[in-house]
């Protein structure tokens, strides 16, 4: 078998196999259209509630007595269900991730414990000021859209979300061709194919949902929210940036824009961190979606002048002689592919890799075709995208025990 092979069901499931020879173990991503964006008024909450659920079902115990690893992640975006087994097991855990697409045997009583496990996640993530930011800064980028507000929505959604809310959310998303299955590891492509049609081919066909890019908001946006037990200043500076498309040209951008990210990072830290000693963490950090792209600054300091602080790092950015050297575009490029390579040795990297991008519209997707694009890339594409981005208002969110700042 060639190591990338892609087919679908009669039912619209797609999937994908991705052969790595002379491992023991296989993972398998279950990925749909099913995030929280998807979400009506009256079901806020019940992506990240319902991926609980599912993931604590009656086959689970198959995949942990065979020390095999299972994990749930909701975004705004999609729904994934990952399992890790030895090769052996693939059939075990494919059984398992077909029962989340079947599955609706839920109570009440296991509904309402739930709940309270996602109440406490909330709390505990409101007091994480690096993860909270992230989520308030949806506020300033997709104003008045369920993106947002968090994943999981807040307390006061999750008091007034039903089962049936829940039940009705899944049976409007979970069907065969809303979703992605991936598989990698050293795997038998006629066997794994013949596994696949046994537990997913009788799974009911529909129409697939159809992602929509969001409204952006142009205008300047600065939000300072208080929290008067953090010590220190979080800033987080966001400009949109590209999402993944089967339009290559918008793809390509996806990527010069993760190149810029480390370009930017790269000087940042060396200036403000290294050179000034103003933040411990400090980081620039480029994400693509199927509906949207984000390239965003963030920093954590004590010290009290954030405006001029926000200032520093605009003059900074706008010195594109010191920005964009030959060098400083090589040096990130090979952390880019290093990092790539690196990653693409592990099975979970390759399932997650190839189940975002077939997700997410990227028409035959393959870490070879990145890696070239990254390759081929010299300063003009980066600094188009650079152009682009920094042509932006930005959205800047500060989160601090005290009022700092109205304007910059």
Known sequence: MKDIYQSKLKNGLRYILISQKDTGSVTVHLRGLAGSRFEKNTEVGASHIL????????????????????????????????????????????????????????????????KKVVIEEIRRF????????????????????????????????????????????????FH???????????????????????????LEKTKSVTLHDLKKDNKKGIQNIVNKYFNQNHIKIDFYGYPLSSNVSVYKKSIYTEIL??????????????????????????????GYGI???????????????????????GDVSQLFTNSSIDKAKKQYL??????????????????????????DPDIRKEIK???????????????EIFSQKPKITILSNRKLIDSV
């Open 373 to 387: 694009i990254i390759e081929e890339s010299d300063r003009f594409n980066i600094l188009q995208v650079y152009k």
């Open 176 to 202: 065969a061709s809303n979703f992605i299955l991936s598989i990698s590891g050293d795997i038998d492509r006629f066997g794994t194919e013949k596994l696949i049609n046994k537990y997913l081919s009788s």
């Open 261 to 290: 990210s480390r370009v930017i990072n790269n000087y940042l830290r060396t200036v403000l961190k290294e050179n000034m000693g103003l933040s411990y963490i400090l980081e620039c950090t480029s994400f693509s979606s199927g």
């Open 295 to 317: 390239l965003g600054i963030y920093l954590a300091t004590s010290c009290k002048e954030v405006p001029h602080i926000i200032n520093t790092i605009f003059k900074l950015l």
């Open 51 to 114: 991926e609980h659920l599912l993931l604590n079902n009656k086959y689970r115990d198959k995949v942990f007595n065979q020390g095999g690893k299972i994990v749930g992640v909701t975004s705004r975006e999609d729904l994934l269900f990952m399992v890790k087994v030895r090769k052996a097991d693939l059939e075990i855990a494919l059984e398992y991730l077909s029962s989340i697409l079947k599955s609706t045997d839920i109570d009440n009583k296991t509904f309402n414990n739930e």
């Open 338 to 363: 290093l990092d790539l390579e690196f990653s693409y040795e592990k099975t979970s990297f390759r399932a997650e890799y190839y189940s975002r991008l077939l997700l997410h519209g990227v028409k």
């Open 126 to 173: 409101s007091n994480v000021p690096e993860k909270l930011i992230g989520r308030l800064s949806y506020q300033l980028l997709f104003p008045k859209q369920r993106v947002s507000s968090f994943n999981t929505g807040n307390i006061n959604d999750l008091n007034k979300l039903s089962l049936s809310d829940v039940l009705k959310f899944k049976d409007r998303l």
